[in-house]
Each structure stands twice: as structure tokens, then as C-alpha cells.
């Protein structure tokens, strides 16, 4: 049973990366942000970035997104504590 958690946690997190590429490659299209999606990233670790650095749409996010991680039982914090390490310090423009 551990075994086929593992699984869907992984199969999980790579469609919320997949998800973030999406979202994020619309919108570097479209010239909305500057920064190009990574396929390395989740939604939570750009959302964590762009609130670490101030950024409005961000940390309004990020509140909605950590009060979801809460009621399923995780610490609070879960953007920020999720930011990818090769991405420290690099914010998101949008």
C-alpha cells in the first residue's frame, strides 16, 4: 500500500507541474510575466517565490492555496516551504 501512495504522489505532483508550465507558458506568451516556465517546478513553488518576493497576485495566492494544504492536514506555510531550491531568489515577474 506504501508503495502505490508513493506512486500517486508522484503521478500528482508531475500534473501540477505539468499544470504550472501550462499556466504559466499562456501567460509568457502573452507577455504577462517574463519568466519562462520550468518543467521542474510546481504551482506551489511559484506561487511561494512570487510571495516571498512581495508580489501581490502572489500572496493573494498563496493564502488560498496554503488555507487548501491546511484543511488537508498540512502545516501552514506549504508555498514558501515548497520553493525549489534552484529557484531561490529568482522571482516570478507575474
Given at each position: 500500500?506504501?508503495?502505490?501512495?508513493?506512486?500517486?504522489?508522484?503521478?500528482?505532483?508531475?500534473i501540477d507541474?505539468?499544470?504550472?508550465?501550462?499556466?504559466?507558458?499562456?501567460?509568457?506568451?502573452?507577455?504577462?510575466?517574463?519568466?519562462?516556465?520550468?518543467?521542474?517546478?510546481?504551482?506551489?513553488?511559484?506561487?511561494?517565490?512570487?510571495?516571498?518576493?512581495?508580489?501581490?497576485?502572489?500572496?493573494?495566492?498563496?493564502?488560498?492555496?496554503?488555507?487548501?494544504?491546511?484543511?488537508?492536514?498540512?502545516?501552514?506555510?506549504?508555498?514558501?516551504?515548497?520553493?525549489?531550491?534552484?529557484?531561490i531568489g529568482?522571482?516570478?515577474?507575474?
Amino acid at each position: 500500500m506504501r508503495r502505490l501512495r508513493n506512486l500517486v504522489q508522484q503521478l500528482l505532483v508531475s500534473i501540477d507541474q505539468l499544470a504550472q508550465v501550462l499556466l504559466i507558458g499562456i501567460a509568457y506568451l502573452f507577455h504577462l510575466t517574463d519568466t519562462c516556465p520550468s518543467a521542474d517546478e510546481t504551482i506551489s513553488s511559484y506561487v511561494g517565490r512570487g510571495a516571498i518576493a512581495g508580489r501581490r497576485w502572489a500572496l493573494i495566492a498563496e493564502s488560498i492555496i496554503d488555507r487548501l494544504f491546511l484543511l488537508l492536514g498540512e502545516a501552514p506555510g506549504h508555498c514558501r516551504r515548497n520553493v525549489e531550491t534552484a529557484f531561490i531568489g529568482q522571482a516570478p515577474t507575474a
